[in-house]
């Protein structure tokens, strides 16, 4: 990634940054095991529907769950990994990646928060060397209706300048 980031010179621009195949899979990659909303808004049935075996009454109210649906096995094998390679080599549909929420119904600053997203990675790997500190692993917990590492995440900064 250090290298695709090197080619940007030193004003990124987003189309620059869209552009990037292994920086967009990061992303999406960090955004399907952490997604920061864990659950899509509720919806209330109208009428019994069946969802893979599921028999659902009128006027349920049901909701996705962002978090688990990115951990499924057979959607994503070895979910609990870190692989962005993953979104090299498919196209997931927007029910099956859905960190903005899925189809028609996606967050509005979607683009914004991707974008802003790429920006800070090039900005801080382009300064400044980080090291994980600590070796256990980091757990997500609920923070409302968002999900956060559980304790923060330590890390040891190194400039590259020095």
Do not use: W
């Not at 019994?48 to 049901?62: A, C, D, F, L, M």
């Not at 993953?86 to 028609?104: A, D, I, M, N, T």
């Not at 800070?120 to 600590?134: D, K, Y």
């Amino acid at each position: 990634m250090l290298t695709e980031i090197a080619t940007l010179g030193t004003e990124p621009d987003a189309i620059s940054l869209s552009k990037l195949p292994y920086l967009n899979a990061v992303c999406a990659e960090t955004l399907r095991i952490y997604p920061v909303g864990m659950l899509t808004f509720p919806r209330i049935t109208n009428e019994s529907i069946s969802i893979r075996g599921y028999e659902i009454k009128p006027n349920t109210v049901v909701m996705g769950c962002i978090y688990l649906t990115h951990h499924r096995e057979d959607t994503y094998p070895d979910p609990h990994l870190f692989k962005p390679e993953r979104f090299l080599e498919r196209q997931f549909s927007p029910y099956e990646y859905l960190p903005f929420g899925g189809g028609s119904r996606r967050c509005v600053g979607m683009a914004l928060a991707q974008l802003e997203l790429k920006l800070v990675i090039v900005e801080i790997l382009s300064h400044c060397q980080l090291q994980l500190i600590g070796k256990l692993p980091i757990m997500p917990v609920r923070r409302g209706v968002t999900l956060a590492p559980n304790g923060g995440v330590s890390a040891r900064v190194k400039s590259k300048y020095v």
